[in-house]
């Protein structure tokens, strides 16, 4: 039996919480008021270890890797949107989910250059029945025609062109995901390409990547249907020396072309975060995408926990103002685990992140800053990690019609007990 608090122990640790952040000039009702209205992007690729239904028993390429084998896998369409219901109804707020191209719904292979909106006919039904937004991103991995680690970059014009097909097919189902549930989807473009040992000329995939992308984004679209956003990349299995979608290639090409910077966070080196980039990229793009993510050791795609990556990345959308600027989306897939636990704890982790940020009293950190208190703004930073988040956050929960603590791993045994554990 795990501790569960009572509703009146929920009010009352809330009601001191309260009055805690209040004294710090914090609103904590604006707060949950602000929370509520800001929607993670799950991903499905969480519920499958990335296999989708193109051809699951097709292993994943493209330099990803999910691993273990715990059992109760969505091996269907309808299993994994009945994971997914399981997962959102775990999880506080309204969100969203982020659809791959290898997810679409047909009773044949379909040429990757050839699948249009009709075969994601049955996900919007989905999502309008469940009230979710939608977001896309083209597939450009555990493919024949990328089995060499090689596609938009390709050097063989062909492959580049079947390639840039798929992209611009993936970019009307967007705008058709947009149309059809009346808000903007982000298609996001990650492709593998690289090499695993140096290569002697770095420059020129680049400018097939490049050309290949302009001819992609050539049709203009309207952004109230679809946006666009490309990510980026330090190095993949099997591209450990060179990728050429790089950070610097992508930065470059979002701001000339003002297309979405997708920043994952274990896209870089061990130890540089993802926090910092959003005030420069602010800047000079409207808009960015975020994968949240947890890499330990390389980009490993673990379960987003409460770490202090994730509460810095949440402080600086909050910070710089970033709310409606700035789209979190998730990207992790653990098979070791439960899967829908893996959704539910890495996304309450994400609002809970976000919870915390918004909790945080700005405006006196900031006139200890311009102060030059520095002391004291180190002492409040410090300090703020000891108030009493939790309480808020189980309010919040229990507001949201959904468990409270640890309630949810129930639900989870549950759902394992009477569903998973009948996959075989
Ligand atoms: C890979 C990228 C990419 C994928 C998904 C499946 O390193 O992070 O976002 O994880 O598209
Ligand atoms: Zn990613």
């Not at 990328?146 to 097919?169: E, K, M, P, S, V």
């Not at 080196?269 to 990229?281: G, N, Q, R």
Request: hydrophobic content about 40%.
């Amino acid at each position: 039996m795990t501790f569960q608090p009572s509703d009146k122990q929920i009010q009352t640790a809330y009601d001191l919480a309260q009055e805690r952040y209040a004294a710090f000039g914090v609103d904590v009702m604006v707060a949950l008021e602000t929370l509520k209205t800001v929607p993670i992007s799950l991903h499905c690729w969480q519920g499958d270890d990335v296999s989708g239904f193109e051809d699951p028993d097709r292993g994943l390429s493209g330099g990803i890797m999910a691993t273990g084998n715990y059992p109760g896998k969505a091996r269907n369409i309808d299993e994994l949107r009945s994971d997914l219901d399981k997962a959102y109804s775990l999880i506080p707020g309204g969100h969203r989910l982020a659809l791959h191209g290898s997810y679409l719904d047909a009773d044949r292979r379909i040429p990757r250059d050839e699948i249009l909106p009709a075969h994601f006919e049955s996900w919007v039904d989905w999502a309008k029945a469940n009230d979710h937004g939608l977001d896309f991103n083209q597939t450009f991995f555990s493919h024949e025609l990328a089995d060499d680690g090689f596609t938009l970059a390709h050097a063989d014009a062909g492959i580049r062109q079947f390639w840039i097909d798929h992209a611009i097919a993936c970019r009307d189902i967007g705008a058709y995901f947009g149309a059809e549930l009346g808000e903007a989807c982000i298609t996001n473009l990650w492709i593998p390409d690289g090499f695993k040992d140096s290569p002697a000329d770095r420059l020129a995939p680049r400018q097939r990547l490049l050309e290949s992308l302009d001819a992609i984004f050539a049709k203009e679209i309207d952004p109230a249907l679809n946006l666009d956003a490309v990510e980026c990349k330090l190095f993949g299995l099997g591209s450990e020396s060179y990728v050429v979608g790089s950070h610097e290639f992508y930065l470059g090409y979002a701001v000339s072309r003002q297309k979405l910077l997708c920043l994952d966070a274990g896209h870089f080196h061990p130890t540089e975060t993802i926090a910092d980039k959003l005030s420069s990229v602010l800047l000079y793009l409207p808009e960015i995408l975020l994968h949240v993510s947890r890499g330990v050791r390389w980009d490993s795609d673990h379960v987003v926990t409460l770490t202090d990556d994730l509460q810095a990345i949440m402080q600086e959308i909050v910070r710089c103002d970033g709310l409606e600027r700035v789209h979190i989306g998730l990207d992790f897939f653990d098979a070791s685990i439960n899967r829908i636990g893996a959704w539910a704890i890495g996304t309450r982790n994400a609002c809970r992140g976000l919870l915390m940020a918004l909790l945080e009293p700005r405006e006196l950190l900031r006139e200890y800053e311009s102060a030059g208190d520095y002391t004291g703004r180190l002492a409040l930073l410090e300090e703020l990690k000891g108030l009493p988040f939790g309480a808020v956050w189980d309010y919040y929960c229990a507001a949201q019609a959904v468990p409270v603590g640890m309630a949810f791993m129930d639900e989870i045994r549950e759902y394992e007990r009477a569903v998973l554990s009948q996959r075989t």
